[in-house]
């Protein structure tokens, strides 16, 4: 091991982020804005905002398979290609599967960005708050342990992040899905607003359906410009058209001279003074050169994504605790939860073959929870919310045996009628027993202990599937939608690319990792703000919950630095 | 429209899945040769049986979308061994069906005798898939139960029956034209950047279909 050990002073800064995803870019943010001067270290390669977005501006004709997959990307993805990140336009953007292998002692889909930006690059954009009912349900119904904050904890926080990133959506006033700062929402086509309207009609206002809310702009907003409706966003936009790392976090930390980015860098360990129960800094493998640094802060920001920054949990003082910082509690790397989904149903709407949409709008339709609220029980905890959308396909409706100028002519007009679907995404519950753990036995391309899963949907999530298909169904049916189908396509844990749990907060270090901070309650500089520290799940997306809580956090931290408590 | 629409109305008129590229589970296939043995002669045979399934019209048709070439490239990358030989097979069948039923080369035939020809193969074709999915199904069955009684890691990925030639090579007409720059911008409307969205945007019959 080659230690560089006489760059002390040149590598101490007061705080140290790891990880430049939602989360890391949001921590840099907001500690160099307060006048720190941070590091942040990315385990992978620079992606320069605008000029490394090589696919943002081809056309699909300039793809040699037009997008699609060959037999080497299926050979070196073997992961990635068990669902759509895998393809022609964005391979760039996912981690190679073959260097950082993991081991499932159980199925579990790991979708990984590792690099400057992270999933902040690709990820969905639908941007909601968690509602009161979220935070309190855990301790009502007796699972696991309680959230130690409250919806109105978080509340400013939601709007101060959402302020910052550009959320559009609409002010719909519901209790289930609190309204937050928005820029003008994006429309709703003609079928939509019709779905909505006999939906609003049949349920006498018990469901809706709104825009979904997503982290693209609608208005011009810091340097960035509003979405000029290609929907390709996850190719990187060249216009920073949605919220990610480059268009947003990371110009406006660089904005203040304070921020050092430093890509490459592994974290392979959080380096813990057991005097002083704190952290004093990390060690960090160069992925290109193979040295190790040492980085030295007064505060470390975990925020590698929720099963990489347990990863680095366990891995640090292991001469103290053996399954490494945060594990006293017993409930380090426990609970995973992601959100289960791909299930729900599809029609067909006819009356509207005068409209067509112009645009491609990156965002569809949200269905907010209507399970277990108010007056509805039913078999199972939680519920679930619906995203979709309706669209007017191509021409499909070919007499068989057709060919020629027919053919070309009846593939080239929209289909008659549009066709509307919608897809549940459901609450998982956190089950202590699901679980990952360092394999030792394996290593990755740098001679690293892998993550080895074992996690598993339960009774909850199974009954509650049923549900996601057939209200899909009814709500489709009364609202005048034809040949509705339902499906399942199937759901194998980590499709939902959003990884929670291992780390959770709470209230008691007995049972908990973190405390209402975000600080692992065995070292108190230590913050841990991305999907580990979710105590439930909820049914939301959860990236804009992580924004807040970690600008949240990085008040907290800043103050406690002031007062020199930490 | 997006891609995924592409794919289904391909599908749909295809009557099968697009082959190539799927979401294969586990296992590691092997790949296709580098080399599927594509030759000048079977690029321009490709490009006028894929000129009569999507001809010139009052816009450009396959040929002038180079289908040919698009399927070379695509048999040999995303298609695996199994699906190769049969599309390469199916090619000098083509040829001797051709010779049987009219007595000529296909580029040496008239237009109508070029449809009457691949209406026929389409009929073969349909008959052809219906027996293999048939004969598949119980191998199929079994090794889903195989794989049900291992564990996850142990588990493979079912390999069916190639479809037949035919339906391999509409289903890469229909690709390789709709996502070529005259499909897309000539047949098709294309607007890379619209700017704006409009849920109720007019439409009259006969209207062109946007691309992606």
């Known amino acids: 091991m080659n230690l560089n050990t006489n760059a002390e002073s040149q590598n101490t800064y007061d705080a140290i982020v790891i990880g430049s995803g939602i989360s890391g870019g949001w921590a840099a943010k907001e500690l160099t804005e307060k006048g720190l001067k941070v590091i942040m270290l990315e385990r992978g390669r620079n992606i320069e905002h605008i000029k490394d977005y090589v696919n943002a501006n081809k056309e699909l004709w300039e793809f040699p398979h037009r997008g699609r997959r060959t037999q080497q990307m299926i050979k070196d993805y073997p992961v990635l290609k068990r669902d759509y990140p895998l393809n022609e336009t964005v391979l760039d953007f996912w981690v190679k599967d073959k260097e950082c292998p993991y081991t499932e002692i159980k199925r579990f889909d790991w979708y990984r960005g590792y690099h400057v930006g992270g999933r902040s690059l690709m990820w969905g954009r639908q941007s909601y708050r968690l509602n009161k009912w979220d935070f309190e349900a855990n301790a009502k119904e007796g699972i696991a342990v309680d959230w130690p904050i409250r919806y109105e904890d978080i509340a400013p926080w939601y709007s101060y992040a959402e302020k910052f990133a550009g959320i559009q959506g609409s002010k719909d006033g519901l209790e289930v899905l609190p309204d937050g700062e928005f820029m003008p929402a994006m429309e709703l086509n003609c079928v939509e607003k019709e779905v909505k309207k006999r939906m609003a009609e049949y349920y006498k206002g018990k469901r809706h359906l709104i825009i979904g809310r997503s982290a693209n702009l609608t208005q011009p907003h810091y340097d960035r410009i509003n979405c000029q409706y290609r929907n390709r966003c996850w190719r990187g936009c060249p216009f920073g058209g949605y919220f990610s790392t480059q268009s947003a976090t990371l110009p406006a930390a660089m904005k203040t001279g304070n921020l050092t980015l430093r890509p490459f860098s592994i974290v392979t360990k959080i380096l813990y003074d057991k005097d002083t129960k704190k952290a004093t800094g990390v060690e960090v493998l160069d992925a290109e050169t193979n040295l190790t640094y040492e980085f030295k802060a007064k505060i470390v920001f975990v925020c590698a994504s929720a099963l990489n920054s347990t990863w680095v949990l366990m891995n640090s003082a292991t001469d103290i605790w053996p399954d490494g910082l945060g594990s006293s509690s017993g409930e380090l790397g426990h609970n995973v939860m992601d959100h289960h989904f791909r299930a729900g149903a599809k029609g067909r709407v006819e009356g509207f073959s005068d409209k067509y949409e112009y645009g491609r709008r990156p965002t569809g339709i949200y269905i907010p929870r209507f399970r277990n609220i108010y007056d509805d029980k039913r078999d199972y905890l939680r519920g679930f919310g619906y995203q979709g959308g309706a669209g007017r396909g191509r021409g499909v409706e070919v007499a068989e045996f057709t060919i020629g100028a027919d053919l070309k002519d009846a593939l080239s007009v929209p289909t008659e009628d549009w066709q509307i679907g919608i897809t549940a995404f459901g609450e998982m519950l956190p089950y202590h027993e699901n679980k990952v753990t360092l394999d030792r036995n394996t290593t990755d391309k740098w001679g690293l202990p892998v993550l080895a899963f074992d996690v598993e949907i339960k009774e909850n999530e199974k009954k509650m599937r049923i549900d996601m298909m057939n209200d899909a169904k009814e709500m489709l049916e009364v609202s005048g939608v034809k040949d509705v189908e339902t499906f399942d396509h199937g759901y194998a844990v980590g499709m939902g690319i959003h990884e929670m749990g291992t780390a959770r907060m709470g209230r008691d270090p007995k049972t908990s990792v973190l405390n209402k901070y975000n600080q692992v309650w065995d070292a108190l500089n230590v913050f841990v703000t991305d999907g580990a520290c979710m105590t439930s799940a909820s049914c939301v997306n959860p990236s804009l919950t992580y924004m807040a809580l970690t600008a949240r956090a990085a008040d907290y931290a800043v103050s406690e630095l002031k007062k020199r408590n930490l | ?212």
């Open chain 2, 1 to 212: 429209m997006d891609r995924r629409d592409l794919l289904k109305s391909i599908a749909l008129v295809t009557g099968a899945a697009v082959i190539g590229g799927d979401f294969f589970l586990t296992g590691c296939k092997q790949a296709g040769k580098s080399e599927a043995g594509f030759t000048p002669d079977n690029i321009r045979l490709l490009d006028e049986v894929g000129e009569t399934i999507l001809p010139t019209t009052q816009t450009p048709g396959a040929k002038a979308a180079q289908v040919g070439e698009f399927m070379k490239v695509y048999v040999t990358d995303c298609y695996t061994q199994r699906q190769q030989n049969a599309f390469m097979e199916g090619l000098i069948s083509l040829q001797d069906s051709c010779e049987k039923m009219h007595g000529k080369a296909f580029t040496d035939c008239s237009e109508t005798e070029r449809k009457e020809f691949l209406i026929s193969l389409e009929k073969e074709a349909k008959a052809f898939n219906q027996k293999r999915d048939e004969e598949d199904k119980p191998t199929r069955e079994a090794h889903e139960q195989r794989n049900s009684t291992l564990p996850w890691k142990d588990q493979t990925e079912f390999e069916g029956s190639p479809s037949h030639y035919y339906t391999m090579i509409k289903q890469l007409t229909l690709l390789g034209f709709f996502t070529s720059q005259t499909g897309m911008t000539e047949t098709l409307r294309h607007v890379p950047v619209p700017g704006k969205y409009d849920g109720e945007f007019p439409y009259a019959k006969g209207d062109k279909a946007w691309a992606e």
